[in-house]
């Protein structure tokens, strides 16, 4: 292949989009930034591999990505990721839902590899050695180094090869099938963001009273806020310590300019005496709410339910669905078992959250199934 192309002008990008509509198949994978360097999920470089081609296209650089995002959501040509979870997260932020995709992570779980990060399974299959020294390297920043250059390049120019050879394993073990239902399933999956309820924690809501948790929120929303304005990740703004400390102890307040861990642009008499509002209106509301300063202790029947429920989830995991997963693990192989009958899964079906036929893809069903009749294990009351 030859040297990777950098796409920075809008002319040379709509070129390679119309190169890309004309091929049967594709592989692709981004760079971006989540909430690493800066504020939020930002796209930042995409990789483009072709049978004889590697595009790097700058999103900076290029305004308008429309005519990618169509060719992404066709389903006439194949797109090849690997590990395409947060690459769609990302996409579809930007109002694109890719369609007839080949995940070759999810083939290498369909294979029972043991390891299906990127690097080993080029290594294990191919022999290919790639280096992930630039994996955490910031991709926001301009020009871009050519160590950086040449790692995007390689997370892609691989894949069409790996995509070959996963598929006639795949073929071959007969599992083909199974992972054209895991891509249907990829496709279909809802990957918006999730509302955002609360900012807390969930040992933060295990360990603060209700009068603190709304506290805490309360700052934990301010914080948010002034990260989104200045663009940096929270972190960076400043800590839980000090958002504790405040709370506790609304005095620090005082010695705002000598605290560490604060960016300087909100390091100032003014912002702290912004922080001095929030805080104090978030305790007038506590108190109007008549938020308790206590924890809230279990009542003894809460406490034998609880009881119930953990005997019953700890005797039906025991004896039902571990000697399931083990015949799976014997049958299929040790590191496919999990992805047929993960512990949520087990956890979801014991819970009553879901009934086996609504599991999906369907080859777990019947994986399950299979299993269940041959140790001759009753499971009706989950089907």
Wanted: aromatic residues 10%; charged residues 25%.
């Amino acid at each position: 292949m030859s040297i990777p192309l950098i796409i920075q002008t809008q002319e040379a990008f709509e070129k390679v989009v119309e190169h890309l509509s004309g091929l049967e198949a594709f592989a692709i994978d981004t760079e971006f930034d989540h909430n690493h360097y800066a504020y939020g999920f930002t796209l930042c470089l995409i990789q483009i591999a072709t049978p004889d081609t590697c595009y790097l296209i700058d999103p900076f650089a290029v305004a308008d990505l429309t005519s990618l995002w169509r060719v992404l959501e066709s389903e006439t040509s194949e797109k090849i990721f690997h590990d395409c979870g947060e690459d769609l997260r990302l996409l579809h932020l930007h109002g694109c839902s890719p369609r007839n995709i080949f995940d070759t992570s999810v083939a290498a779980k369909m294979l029972s590899l043991e390891k299906i990060g990127l690097s080993s399974v080029l290594y294990e299959l191919l022999g290919v050695e790639s280096s992930k020294t630039k994996q955490q390297s910031n991709w926001l920043k301009r020009p871009l180094l050519p160590m950086q250059l040449e790692y995007a390049a390689n997370d892609v120019i691989h894949l069409p090869a790996l995509r070959k050879l996963t598929a006639e394993r795949l073929q071959v073990q007969n599992r083909w099938e199974w992972f054209e239902q895991m891509m249907r399933v990829v496709e279909q999956k809802d990957y918006s963001p999730k509302s955002k309820e609360t900012f807390l924690s969930p040992k933060e809501q295990r360990d603060f009273t209700p009068f603190q948790q709304y506290i805490l929120n309360e700052l934990y929303r301010f914080r948010d806020e002034q990260a989104k304005r200045i663009n940096k990740p929270h972190y960076q703004v400043f800590s839980e310590k000090i958002v504790y400390q405040v709370m506790e102890h609304p005095v620090v307040l005082n010695d705002w300019m000598n605290l560490k861990g604060i960016h300087y642009r909100i390091q100032n008499e003014a912002f702290a005496e912004e922080f001095r509002a929030v805080l104090a209106q978030a305790e007038a509301s506590a108190k109007a709410q008549l938020l308790s300063t206590q924890k809230r202790v279990p009542t003894g029947q809460e406490i034998a339910e609880w009881q119930r429920k953990s005997t019953r989830y700890n005797r039906l995991r025991e004896h039902v669905f571990l000697p399931i997963k083990r015949w799976i693990e014997e049958s299929y192989g040790a590191h496919f078992a999990p992805y047929v009958l993960s512990n949520e899964t087990i956890g979801i079906l014991i819970g009553g959250e879901m009934k086996l036929s609504e599991i999906n893809p369907v080859f777990q069903q019947s994986i399950i199934r299979e299993a269940a009749q041959t140790l001759n294990i009753d499971i009706s009351a989950f089907e």
